[in-house]
């Protein structure tokens, strides 16, 4: 993929502020301290982009990230261990659900989960959630480099079967900070949003 537009869209609360352009989005769900926002960086290769938090849960909103003038990235407010009150975490929950049933251009979802670890309730929860949706999913399982070749494979597989994933479903490890597996991710999101391939010409 390559990346010749950026647009931030903006910050929206409910359907009234969704994007009427009808483009494809790609909804961005994880932990609140999972990595989000320097995946969103990474895969875009602008560290600008998403702001990136030394406290978790700064995402409050649902966040439209315009790419190429062709689809949309949706970064949602993460679930878990953000320091916010429960009232909040339920308003962000709602925010979220409306958002899985109001929006007619929502193609793929990619769920992020911390691969040093085992997929929590929530992360499964979430995934359940999304393919009760009828979602295709990419689970992306970040800091990959903070573990060894075998550690990888152990977790992979760890992962894997926690989840339970389903069909096409793919499990693809990632690291933010070599981003080799960036073009991994982008050739996936690709066979389910042929359109919005860009050519290298």
Do not use: C
């Amino acid at each position: 993929m390559i990346i010749k537009s950026i647009e931030f869209y903006g910050s929206v609360v409910n359907p009234k502020g969704y994007p009427a352009d009808h483009l494809p989005q790609i909804i961005l769900a994880g932990r609140s301290n999972v990595g989000k926002s320097s995946f969103i960086n990474a895969m875009l290769n602008n560290h600008k982009v998403a702001r990136v938090a030394k406290t978790p849960g700064k995402t409050r909103l649902l966040n439209f990230f315009k790419i190429n003038q062709k689809f949309y990235f949706v970064d949602v407010p993460g679930y878990g261990y953000a320091n916010v009150s429960k009232s909040q975490m339920d308003q962000f929950q709602d925010m979220i659900e409306t958002y899985l049933v109001k929006s007619q251009d929502l193609a793929l979802a990619i769920l992020l989960v911390d691969m040093r670890h085992n997929p929590t309730a929530d992360d499964i929860q979430m995934y359940t959630y999304l393919k009760n949706r009828g979602l295709p999913v990419l689970v992306v399982m970040t800091k990959s480099d903070k573990l060894s070749g075998n550690g990888k494979a152990n977790q992979k597989q760890l992962i894997s079967k926690t989840m339970g994933l389903i069909g096409t479903d793919k499990l693809i490890p990632f690291s933010s900070v070599t981003k080799a597996e960036a073009p991994i991710v982008w050739s996936h999101i690709e066979t389910f949003l042929p359109t919005i391939k860009e050519s290298t010409e």
